[in-house]
C-alpha cells in the first residue's frame, strides 16, 4: 500500500532538482504523476526515469507564468488520470542583485515565476479543486528566506514571502471544500540554485548559484547539513498524505536549522 495510492498529482517544476525527487517518490508511494516544467529534455528524461521504477507518469510542457499553460496542465491531468487531487507549486528561479542594482527584469522574472506562477496554477486548479467533498492538498514551494529575508534576494524573498501569504488564504477560502493548502520553507537544498556560481549552470542569461565564500559560510552555519533533493521530497510527502488532513495554512520549517 502506497501512501498516496489512487491520487493524481500535479508538480510543477519537475524536470529536476526538488521537484523530480517529489515525483519520483510520490509515483513510489502510488501516485498518478504529472510532471511539468519549460525544459523538454530533462523533463521528458524525469518521466521515462518515472517510468522505468513502474510508476504512473504523464509529462506536459508548461510555463506557470502562462494562464493559458496551467489550465492545460490541470486539464492534462483530468483528461489522462481523470482527477486531481495534489498540486505541488515547485518552479521557482533566482535572480540575485542587490536592491539598489536590481533590474526591472530580474525583479519581475522572481515574482511572475514564484508568485504569479503559484496564482495561477491554484486558480487553474479551481474548477477541479473546489467541489463540495472533492479534498485535496496544495503544497506551495517558500523558501526561510521569505521568512527571515537575505542579502542580494529581495525579489526572491519579497515573492517567497507572498507565496507564504497566498498558502494562508487559499487554506482559509478552500478549507470548505476539504482542501488542505501548506507551504515548506527549505533552507539549503543540494540543486542547480544551490551550487556554486562561480560554476553554475547558466540559465536565461544569468548564473545560477551562490557565491562559493557565501555557500561555504551557509554551510558551515548549519553543520555542513545540506539536504539531498531525495530528503527534501518527504516532508512533501507528509502534507500530500492522510497524514497531514489538519495541518492547513502550515509553513513548514525544512532548513536543517537555517532558521529558527
Ligand atoms: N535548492 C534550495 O536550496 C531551495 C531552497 C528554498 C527553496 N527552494 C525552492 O524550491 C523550488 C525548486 O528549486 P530547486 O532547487 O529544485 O531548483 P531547480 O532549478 O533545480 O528546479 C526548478 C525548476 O523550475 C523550472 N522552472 C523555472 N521557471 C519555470 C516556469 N516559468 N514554468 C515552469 N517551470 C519553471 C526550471 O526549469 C527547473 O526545472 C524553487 O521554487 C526554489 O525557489 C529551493
Redesign the pocket.
Known sequence: MGKLDGKVAVI??????????DALLFAQEGACVVV????RE??VATAKEIEAAGGKVAWCI?????PE?TDKLMDTAVDIFGDLNILV??????RDALLHKMTDTQWDMCL???LK?TFNCVRSAAKYMMKKGHGGKIIN?????GLMGNVGQVN?TAA?AGVIGLTKTVAREWARFGVNCNA???????????AEKETGEE?AGEK?GIPRKVRDRMLQEIGGK??T?ED?AKPALFLASVDSDFITGHVLNVSAGMYM
Open positions: 510543477t517544476g519537475s524536470a529536476r532538482g526538488i521537484g523530480k525527487a511539468s516544467d519549460v525544459d530533462p523533463l508548461a510555463d506557470v507564468t502562462k499553460d507549486n515547485n518552479a521557482g528561479i533566482a511572475d515565476i514564484i506562477g514551494t517558500a523558501s526561510v528566506m526572491y517567497k515548506i520553507a527549505y533552507g539549503f537544498v543540494h540543486t542547480r540554485f544551490t540559465v545560477m545540506a539536504i533533493p527534501a
